[in-house]
């Protein structure tokens, strides 16, 4: 299945949610997609695809992005609550609900803990390649968020990637920062490219020559194509953050909590979903989602503030973004 992201939109709140036991650590994408595939999303029967959480959502900043959010989230199960289609049809957001592992693999602790050196390695804003020797034959990438703290910053780097210019106000909100992140490399298409092709020889080489015992290999790659971005915007109290990713002809898809359901409301003539996530008395948030057919692209409205807005505030907010956007 090409192109299926794994939306775990809520990055925002886990490293808050942290210091209070925090969000699992688990490799999750291989099980859920023979839970929707019917097997393994490696395409290979019986066989665990190590290092399968890569196909993160293009979705990882503090905040709602992504990127695309890693792995910090808790395991998911395929059951369907609500669909957005575009107008042949197609499902393009589906929303699913998360479920507790029992245990943690050991793929995903070796996985976490070369994502966590590759992680150490990269400078901020820099997409960085990775190769495990002696896994499989395939390059791996890991960004490090760039704040930009101003807007001239944030739309130099739009501009210089490729990406669709969120708006420096929005509904009274003023731009505060925003992030840019990389197109990370992750499916069969990607893999087909002279670019990743190169990437990956350069670094097997790196292994070849490499010290006994080494197994972990990692370079820096220059990147000019955005996937995820977002902008965080203040009024007052109140604070918001906007999200946009780029589904490239794919579908999205969002975790729910257990017990906690969404909605499907008409904001603008657009549907958007509508979501509560609570992590603990203190953290808790909501979201409005939805789908742009015109760019192929999801979005995800959130308040961050110490205020939060309430569901009419955020929808109407949503609403006012719609517009904007359009």
């Known amino acids: 299945m090409e192109r299926i992201r794994f939306d775990h939109e809520y990055n925002d709140i886990t490293s808050r949610a942290a210091a209070n036991g925090g969000l ?12 929707i595939t019917g097997e393994a999303a490696s395409g290979r ?15 990882a900043f503090s905040g709602a992005l992504m ?5 910090s989230v808790s395991a998911y199960a395929a059951s369907q609550y609500i ?20 245990t943690d693999s050991a793929d995903n602790k070796a996985y976490q803990n070369y994502l966590n050196k590759a992680q150490k390695f990269a400078k901020p804003g820099e997409l960085v390649a990775f190769y495990v020797l002696g896994k499989e034959d395939e390059a791996l990438y890991t960004y490090k968020e760039k704040r930009l703290g101003t807007y001239a910053a944030f739309k130099q780097e739009a501009n210089r990637t490729g990406a669709q210019l969120l708006p420096q106000k929005l509904s009274g909100y003023s ?28 670094l097997k080489a790196q292994a070849a020559a490499g ?16 996937g995820v971005l977002s902008a965080v ?31 499907k409301i008409k904001v603008e003539g657009i549907e958007v979903i509508y979501n509560k996530r609570t992590i ?36 109407a907010l949503a609403g006012e973004s719609i517009k904007v956007l359009k």
Request: net charge positive; proline share 5%.
């Open 24 to 35: 699992p650590a688990i490799d999750v994408t291989e099980a859920v997609m023979k839970r």
């Open 45 to 59: 029967k019986g066989q665990t695809s190590f290092m399968r959480p890569v196909m993160k959502r293009t979705t």
């Open 67 to 71: 990127l695309l959010l890693l792995l």
């Open 83 to 102: 669909e957005i289609r575009n107008s042949a049809g197609e499902i393009k957001v589906k929303t699913i609900e998360e479920i507790t592992p029992q």
């Open 175 to 202: 731009f505060v920062s925003g992030k840019v992140a990389p197109y990370m490399p992750s499916t069969d298409a990607d893999k087909q490219t002279a670019a990743y092709k190169q990437v990956l020889s350069e």
């Open 211 to 226: 010290a006994d015992g080494k197994k972990l290999f990692m370079k820096a790659v220059p990147w000019n194509k955005s």
């Open 233 to 263: 915007y203040t009024k007052g109290h109140y604070k918001s953050e906007l999200t946009k990713n780029p589904l490239d002809g794919g579908e999205i898809y969002l975790l729910l909590p257990s017990g906690q359901n969404a909605e």
């Open 280 to 315: 603990s008395e203190k953290y808790n948030y909501h979201y409005a989602q939805w789908y742009d057919e015109n760019q192929d692209a999801f979005y995800m409205l959130t308040d961050r503030g110490n205020k939060h807005l309430t569901k009419a505030e955020l929808l």
